[in-house]
């Protein structure tokens, strides 16, 4: 009989209690302690059980689960006579920094108060023991609502001191979803007041701290060294790219065909393997999305489930307010296509939207991307790699993101614009455009220099959208060579009866033309005298089903024109 596939759980002691589905990962036990690191940062996307995997830890090695040997019986740790006298010897710290999600700094410290309370709350009985100092005692006392950001900064390093000097022994400190505070802080605008704190609780906890016997921290992204990690020389690195833990995060191919197998769904393989696969660490390939599997166990079909675990939030901004080159890139890649990126798993994020490849490297490090494979190597261990969309989940998740920014709100009117288009009905076009670019072009603000002023981006955004929306009906190409230059936009169509259409984006100068509608007679202009329609012709389309606009853009006001004369009757 099927196991129990309740969603959401996350505490080792309930998934086993409850024999709910559960993929034996407690190898990651003894691959931890027999590494002897005594800091290590395991990165891993969202959803690929870092919690529950640090839930595990905290049930095998803490005192307060000393004789819970019935927790892992029958699992792969269990076998090993040496592991089942260390179950349960160790004073353990287990905290999340994953509700530390404030839209100020003062709100995510508020929320960092809260959760110290807690812990140290959890931890009251130390002060009815005769062991600790007055000195010990007192730290439980600065605990509290009003506590300076010294005082939290070393909660947890001298809550290693209670505890140390109550059992006698050093003790384990994990610490899961460590990033998610920067990411918000990130977003939010204070970051240098954020990575500040978090430096500085670093320091203390996991570098001058003689109470500890070993750490783990897990999150989603590897944050540059020099913002909060610049004084540990102690920690042990762990990315996707790392050959430690390969297996331990993530389902391999051969477990999910095994539940498959166990659910009566050993026919749907294929289904499965294009949705979820396609995540690879270390060297080890085949690695499911082990959140999707278990929702597609109990659903018994596919859906972005993934991917519809959050808003994407921080995923949305960084492509909207992406420059021109990178909603081009993210064109080809939404096409199914690769991009060259030299792969740096270090996220600087001030750097994300300014330093080349830097977006590339943060969705890669996120499980948005995979790597298609490898060109070289940088002496330094960077590679030069071809990036692709890991798998069909992320796909649509992406093409839902794009049509979320014309579907929303106000802009509705963005499917009327593709039934005008469709229609060659010119007059509707320019309504529908004018409404929409009001409203758009508002969504690719970025720095310095608004979308009204630096329109590409908005065409870019504009190109994406119409990728999606006729991606059964066309092929859709954007600033491509054909004749003598590069179009902006151009229309394939699938079937022979559709029309081929060749669009030309241009923003009115007052120096070269005296209004928009000489604008729109200089786009005209350009696809006869490039000959645009080259590439079409020689594809075979007649010319009579090649159309041509031209599109003039002045603020936030738009004019289309179209040609009626060859190479666009």
Not at 201 to 227: D, Q, Y
Not at 552 to 564: D, M, P
């Amino acid at each position: 009989m099927a196991r129990k596939t309740g969603i959401g759980h996350q505490d080792f002691e309930t998934v086993r209690r409850t024999n709910n589905f559960y993929v034996d990962k407690t190898d990651f036990i003894r691959e931890w302690w027999e590494s002897n690191d005594i800091v290590t940062l395991i990165a891993r996307p969202r959803r690929f059980g870092k919690t529950l995997n640090m839930s595990m830890l905290e049930k095998f090695f803490s005192i307060e689960y000393a004789g819970r040997g019935d927790l892992f019986e029958g699992l792969s740790i269990w076998k090993k006579e040496e592991y089942r006298k260390l179950q349960g010897t160790y004073p353990v710290i287990s905290v999340s920094f994953a509700n530390v999600k404030g839209g100020t700094y003062e709100v995510a410290r508020d929320m960092f108060a809260q959760i110290l309370i807690d812990l140290y709350n959890s931890y009251y009985f130390l002060l009815e023991s005769d062991i600790l100092t007055q000195q010990e005692k007192g730290y439980f006392a600065s605990i509290n609502d009003g506590m300076t950001d010294a005082v939290a900064s070393m909660s947890l390093k001298r809550l290693a001191i209670c505890m140390e000097h109550y059992y006698g022994k050093h003790v384990i400190i994990l610490l899961d979803e460590y990033d998610t505070p920067m990411q918000e802080a990130y977003m939010n605008g204070y970051w240098e007041e954020m990575v500040s704190f978090i430096k500085n609780l670093f320091n203390a906890t996991f570098k001058t701290n003689p109470c500890l016997e070993r750490a783990v921290l897990t999150g989603i992204t590897r944050v540059s060294k020099e913002s909060v990690f610049s004084d540990l020389n102690n920690l042990r690195v762990v990315t996707t790219t790392s050959e430690e833990y390969a297996e331990c995060f993530g389902f391999t191919e051969q477990e999910v065909f095994d539940a498959l197998d166990e659910f009566g769904l050993s026919d749907r393989r294929q289904e499965v393997k294009k949705w979820y696969d396609g995540f690879t660490f270390g060297k080890k390939t085949d690695i499911y999305n082990p959140w999707s599997v278990l929702y597609y166990l109990s659903a018994r079909k596919v859906g972005a489930y993934w991917a519809n675990t959050s808003s994407n939030g921080l995923v949305g901004k960084l492509v909207q307010e992406g420059n021109k080159n990178v909603k081009l890139e993210f064109e080809t890649l939404l096409r199914g296509g690769t991009i060259p990126v030299l792969v740096d798993e270090q996220i600087v994020f001030s750097q994300l939207l300014a330093k080349k490849d830097a977006l590339w490297n943060f969705l890669l490090a996120t499980g948005y991307l995979k790597v298609a494979h490898t060109e070289s190597v940088e002496p330094d261990g960077r590679s030069h790699c071809q990036l692709a969309l890991t798998n069909w989940e992320v796909q649509t998740m992406f093409e839902d993101l794009v049509l979320g920014w014309f579907e929303s709100g106000e802009n509705d009117y963005y499917n009327d614009f593709i039934k005008a288009l469709m229609l060659d009905d010119v007059d509707a076009m320019n309504e529908y455009m004018n409404r929409m670019a009001g409203a758009t072009f508002s969504y690719f603000d970025t720095g310095k220099k608004p979308s009204k002023e630096e329109p590409e981006r908005f065409y870019h955004g504009f190109v994406l959208g119409l990728m999606v929306d006729l991606a059964g009906r066309y092929v859709l190409i954007s600033n491509r060579e054909s004749g003598f230059g590069r179009y902006d936009v151009m229309l394939e169509p699938k079937k022979r009866e559709d029309d081929a259409i060749i669009m030309e984006f241009k923003v009115f100068h007052p120096v070269k033309e005296k209004d928009l509608q000489e604008t729109v007679a200089s786009a005209l202009a350009q696809i006869e005298e490039k000959n645009y329609a080259a590439s079409l012709l020689a594809k075979g389309i007649p010319q009579d089903k090649i159309r041509c606009y031209g599109f003039a853009f002045q603020g936030k006001t738009v004019l289309i024109g179209r040609n009626e004369e060859f190479p666009c009757k």
